[in-house]
């Protein structure tokens, strides 16, 4: 499970290696094997991780998925190392609203002092909004910066 979830192979690549090494497992197993012990497996790595620091960029592209377009929204530190990302089927203030709830209430990362985010008219009525409701009430009022 561990190869799986390291490097890139899929299901079959590790059948067969483990077949190499005398154990007969099917693909479907390991599969299995993920879902089931993959969240456990965060859960206990989870605190020796590097942490995050405290100014956040936010921004959004578009990629394909079966055809069809969606927005990836994604939140990265100032290390470069990724704090959050979430897919959506628009580009709005919902969506965006939606992101950063969901960024702001993982409780594996620090609380952000400063958000930069582009020029996106989605992001700073979705941010009045999560003021307004008290979700960053026990952060620290993270500052909002439109970069050019």
Known sequence: MRWY????LSYRDLEELMRERGLSVDHTTIFRWVQRFSPELEKRCRPYLRSTSDSYRVDETYV????????LFRAVDSKGQTVDFMLSAKR?????????R?????????????????????????????KKEGVTRDLTTPTVQISQ
């Open 5 to 8: 979830l390291r490097y890139s």
């Open 64 to 71: 394909k998925i079966k055809g069809k377009w969606y927005y």
């Open 92 to 100: 709005d203030a919902r969506a965006a609203k939606r992101f950063f």
């Open 102 to 130: 969901k960024m702001l209430k993982a409780p594996k990362h620090q609380s952000p002092r400063v958000i930069n985010v582009d020029q996106s008219n989605a992001y700073p009525p979705a941010v009045e909004e999560l």
